[in-house]
């Protein structure tokens, strides 16, 4: 296939050892931390489609969304500071995640996990006991630095703790851990809106609590991981780490790598300067493109908005939170199917089948809507055809999970050498929040004014990011962390950016190709 590696990932180095129950309980309690990622997206188009919630805080959409039932569905919920509400969170985390490179590099993974679990539970608290929109969005901010903390250190922790032939599924964990949030917070949602008095709202952002607590709690009993060991220059202290999470003692030519990785990265100074290295132009160019990707794929129009979506599509009520608990569903499931599927068909073979399921389906939900409100966005939505909409979004959602969602985070965690891994998935996260932020803020907005063509519009994204996969990105199952080099000097394309010498100094063998 054009664009693949010609590294035989397979038949890499393999280190001895296996899979401990000591790495699959370190790796589950790290992956609660997707848990306060998902709450959040869950959470946030649940509440702004209950009217107490509106009534309380955004008035004017309120009344908007009244008289949208004799006029144009597509307008009811266009409003910057209601979309504020929801993007605000992502431009805190943006911010937060140059913060916690920092931090991961310097304390280790465990204490950027500590510090945004207790972030995320103040930020909660504050929602929950919200008076003014105001305070909404401080408490919104301090959530974002909590998950900004989370995304920058969990994938990694989870990539570095792994087997090689493993790490795609222990990294899935936290994908499973997001998509278990949102079913979470779409199933509360869908209970609290029930609750009399008007109150339901607050119980939802105040259990937020909950994850937060998970997470902050757990922290405080995970281990360092001994690449970090290493970094930090504890080398005993690395290598008796990684003799336990082995379950051997055979751990002599893995040590020598990160022994070799430590020496290149004691070296770097500067990793938000050398990240810029030709010899690095492969790393940082999937560091942008792939959270960028993965955002203009249209899947946060399901997150944030699904119950918003629902209600504009004729869905009413209890049933749009209903709906998005069916989508929170698919979520779930599908990252069960990457988990188990990914370390065995590989990163490319998920992303392009994902990307031509979620073509199909984006292209499908656009017909659909264009042929009930047109472009006036006045019109009503039979039950078995809204049942077809639900259903192609379902398609579309799970095409996502098992590709862009779980991989999106993945691929990123697993590519970057030793000296500048802090650096580059802390881009990898900021980009994604400032992409998430664009979206979140705008996606009312757009709704209203390019209407069934919005989905179209993604729909054109998901090709260009498909054929990207096809052209750029190599195979990376299999192939140990601290050789990561091997699949871009095999590349047809980013091998031009790599010279002999650049696997010298990072310490590595050539592979023989196929």
Known sequence: MAGGAI?????????????????????????????????????????????????????????????????????????????????????????????????TRILGRKWSMLAGGFTFLVGAALN??????????????????????????????????????????????????????????????????????????????????????????????????PNSLMERGHPEASRRMLRRIRGTDDIGEEYADLVAAREISKQVQHPWRNILMRKYRAQLTMAVLIPFFQQVSGINVINFYAPVLFETLGFKGDASLLSSVMTGGVLVLGSVVSMFTVDRLGRRKLFLQGGAQMLVSQIAVGTLIAVRFGTSGVGEMPRGYAAAVVLFICVYVAGFVWSWGALGWLVPSEIFPLEIRSAGQSITVSVNMLFTFVIAQAFLTML??????????????????????????????????????????????????????????????VLAST
């Open 7 to 103: 590294v035989d990932t397979a038949g890499g180095k393999q280190y001895p050892g296996k899979l401990t129950l000591y790495v699959v309980f370190t790796c589950v309690v790290a992956s609660t931390g997707g848990l306060i990622f998902g709450y959040d997206i869950g959470i946030s188009g649940g509440v702004t489609s209950m009217d107490p919630f509106l009534l309380k805080f955004f008035p004017e959409v309120y009344r908007q969304k009244q008289a949208a039932s004799k006029s144009n569905q597509y307008c009811q919920y266009d409003n910057q500071l209601l979309q504020a509400f929801t993007s605000s969170l992502y431009l805190a985390a943006l911010v937060a995640s140059f913060f916690a490179s920092a931090v």
């Open 128 to 225: 929950g006991a919200a008076q003014n929109v105001a305070m909404l969005i401080v408490g919104r901010m301090l959530l974002g630095v909590g998950i900004g903390f989370a995304n920058q250190s969990v994938p990694v922790y989870l990539s570095e703790m792994a087997p090689a032939h493993l790490r795609g599924m222990l990294n899935i964990g936290f994908q499973l851990m997001i998509t278990i949030g949102i079913l979470a917070a779409e199933l509360i949602n869908y209970g609290t809106n029930k609750i009399k008095g008007g109150h339901g709202w607050r119980v939802s952002l105040a259990l937020a609590a909950v994850p937060a607590v998970i997470i902050t709690v757990g922290a405080l009993f995970l281990p360092d991981t």
């Open 448 to 509: 209203c004014h390019m209407k069934f063509g919005l989905f179209y519009f993604f729909a054109g994204w998901v090709v260009i990011m498909t054929a990207f996969v096809a052209l750029f990105l190599p195979e990376t199952k299999n192939v140990p962390m601290e050789e990561m080099v091997l699949v871009w000097k095999g590349h047809w394309f980013w091998s031009r950016f790599i010279g002999d010498a650049d696997d010298i100094h990072t310490g590595v063998n």
